[in-house]
T-cell receptor, first 114, second 114 residues
């Protein structure tokens, strides 16, 4: 069966510090991978998605970046965090099967930038 | 631009009651619609996925319907239980150029009182 791992679960970082959140998927190959952010009262916002190694599409201009160094690894990074980067970050994956393409989420990372 | 609205934003019901959660979307050109459940501080769990050609999907006590032409979906929960308490989100996937993007509603916070 497929599983998705996301860590850390919580993170408190000072403004201006770097960020690295990691997500890995097991039990499937060539998944579509996604990073979402969930801010209070604003719903889920798609940040990045990837359909293959090294292929990253950005949805929202920001000081965040994403990388996919391996097929089942997706990393969210920042060189210098802003207060506005606080939120709940969710990694997700889906198959490329158009008839069975449910979205499966990780357990999330609560990021507080102080 | 697709917009997804969920009404009500919060709902409190006594245990055993049947209930309906509503989801509406502005652009009927969708590929599918998903309903998710989110427990506090956790990731999202996919409950039901309805393809655009389908009218409804059922899983246990849950039944989701889709009326694409009117831009509406409902999630029916039968015989509600305290364990059903969570936030329920719907998301639509467009059938246009942005094939990888889901647009989420802000969710309905459901509380089932024992």
């Amino acid at each position: 069966s497929q599983t998705i791992h996301q860590w850390p679960a919580t993170l408190v970082q000072p403004v201006g510090s770097p960020l690295s959140l990691e997500c890995t998927v097991e039990g499937t190959s060539n998944p579509n991978l996604y990073w979402y952010r969930q801010a209070a009262g604003r719903g889920l916002q798609l940040l990045f998605y990837s359909v293959g190694i090294g292929q990253i599409s950005s949805e929202v201009p920001q000081n965040l970046s994403a990388s996919r160094p391996q097929d089942r690894q997706f990393i969210l990074s920042s060189k210098k965090l802003l207060l506005s980067d606080s939120g709940f970050y969710l990694c997700a994956w889906s198959t490329t099967d158009r008839f069975n393409e449910k979205l499966f989420f990780g357990s999330g990372t609560q990021l507080s930038v102080l | 631009k697709q917009e997804v609205t969920q009404i009500p934003a919060a709902l409190s019901v006594p245990e055993g009651e049947n209930l309906v959660l509503n989801c509406s979307f502005t652009d009927s050109a969708i590929y599918n619609l998903q309903w998710f459940r989110q427990d506090p501080g956790k990731g999202l769990t996919s409950l039901l996925l309805i393809q655009s050609s389908q009218r409804e999907q059922t899983s246990g006590r849950l039944n989701a319907s889709l009326d694409k032409s009117s831009g509406r979906s409902t999630l029916y929960i039968a015989a509600s239980q305290p364990g059903d308490s969570a936030t329920y989100l719907c998301a639509v996937k467009g059938s246009g150029g942005s094939n990888y993007k889901l647009t989420f509603g802000k969710g309905t916070l459901l509380t089932v009182n024992p």
